[in-house]
């Protein structure tokens, strides 16, 4: 490892009732992406709130090069070249993004005569290293959650900080965004900024860190190890104590069920080119490929979203043109879990129990002739209860909710909406291990019972657990499909032969 510049040494936490911390260590180098890996719970935002002076430790030492710190309060941490990204969101809505970003830095003159134009030519600066296309003069209360995110980002970059932390700054961002945040964290990590990364989405680990600590219930399942040599399967492990298990599920073949979507030459606006797929009743067709093959895209397509150029979609049979998510549902009864929540999956502002019922109030409407809360929540309160939504009350704005209980809601609206044709993309993302065995318990269930799923997944054990049959796409063609037989190491070697070109046999 290059020089430590921050360790953590034996740190304890506990909070009335819970052992939050118990005996943490963690050390940084210089010039690396450390990874902090653990399920909800096992105490990542503790040691984060510990170390930038949000928490006071129990017992332990932090080391700054090498000296013991101690940090009061949030400020004395900044101001010893520490910023942080916290979980939840820290910003002040009725401030414009500029003031927000630059908050830290202005301190107490920001109450005093500021220039605004300077703050807003130094925000903007740090807008456009993320990409991010929002005037700084408007207040950070009309953004949506994937910018509000990256406003925090913005604001703890502003800081120029030897180390920074960053806890799960992916969850709310789209596929995009994170490519952007990625090339930004290298540049750091190359300019010398010692970086601790948050996540749940172990490709992304893999993809950008260095170094990983993952805790389990509070202590160190490992401190501070090279990632170099460490498989998909090893992270897991250690942040569970045990393999992510394929369950022991039968092999399904729905292929002489009669086809419910089929897709004949499709080519599209954005550059499929001849795409034959038949999704079957009852079948979970998987699509697996790398970021950028143009799964999504291809799902958008169906939506009305992207332009068909040629080929035909036939959906029960029947030639259709989907022209929006609206009339998917209601006249093709197909239904679509996005892989970015925020954007059209839920709407932030709205509660539990209206985003969960949102698709099915119509159904519902048509059933009964009026509709009243009770019937919406008689539907809706037995999903949410399945899917063990952890929310004070279904009247909870949903953009309050942790991203893992964001997500789950997003398939809670459509187990109550009933559709006939399901497309999931990236279902699993940003919910924990245990909580993803659960949903896919509820996928096969959802299928066993007729639902034709068109599953997206980078998760190849994800794929192999679910899929029936698997259609490899890259660079938006569909380069083979095989059959699921269910053994892990036979799926994903074919699987990935598919991908770097060999017809499959
Ligand atoms: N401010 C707090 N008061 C009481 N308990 C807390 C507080 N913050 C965290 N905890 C508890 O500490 C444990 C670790 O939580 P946390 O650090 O948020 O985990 P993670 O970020 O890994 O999901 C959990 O049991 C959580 O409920
Ligand atoms: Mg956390």
Known sequence: MT?????????????????????????????????LLGENGAGKSTLIKVVTGVHQLDAGTLLLDGNSVHFAGPREAIAAGIAVVHQERNLIPRFSVGENILLERLGDNLLRSVDHGAIHAEAKRWLDVL??????????????????QLVEIAKALSLRSRVLLLDEPTASLTPHETVVLFGLLRKLRDEGVSIVFVSHKLEEVQEICDQVTVLRDGRNACDSRSMAGLGRQDLVRLM????EQIPN?????????????????????????????TLHRGEIL??????????TELAKSILGIYRITSGEIRIGGQTAHIRSMAEAIHCYRLGYISEDRKQEGLILMHSVLENAGMTVWRKLAGAFGVLTDRT???????????????????????????????QKISVAKWLAAEVSILIVDEPSVGIDIKTKAYLHGLLRQLADRGTAILLITSDMPEMITLADRIAVMDEYRVKGVI???RVYEGMSERIMHLIHGQEAA
Request: hydrophobic share 40%; charged share 20%; no cysteine.
């Open 249 to 277: 599920w039968s092999v399904r073949d729905r292929t002489t069920a009669e086809p419910v979507l089929e897709l004949y030459g499709i080519a599209t606006s954005i550059g499929h080119n001849g795409i034959d797929l």
């Open 131 to 148: 990409e991010l296309d929002v005037d700084s003069r408007i207040p950070v209360s009309r953004l949506n959650v994937a910018k509000m």
């Open 483 to 485: 059959a699921n037989d």
């Open 3 to 35: 020089a430590p510049v921050l360790e953590a040494r034996g740190i304890s936490k506990s909070f009335p009732g819970v052992r939050a911390l118990q005996d943490v260590s963690m050390t940084l180098g210089r010039g690396s992406i450390h990874a």
């Open 240 to 243: 569970i104590g045990r393999s």
């Open 376 to 406: 919406i929540r008689a539907r809706v309160e037995p999903v949410i209860r399945q899917l063990d939504v952890r929310t004070p009350s279904l009247a909870q704005t949903v953009g309050n909710l942790s991203g893992g209980n964001q």
């Open 286 to 295: 998987g699509l697996y490929g790398l970021i950028g093959a143009g799964r």
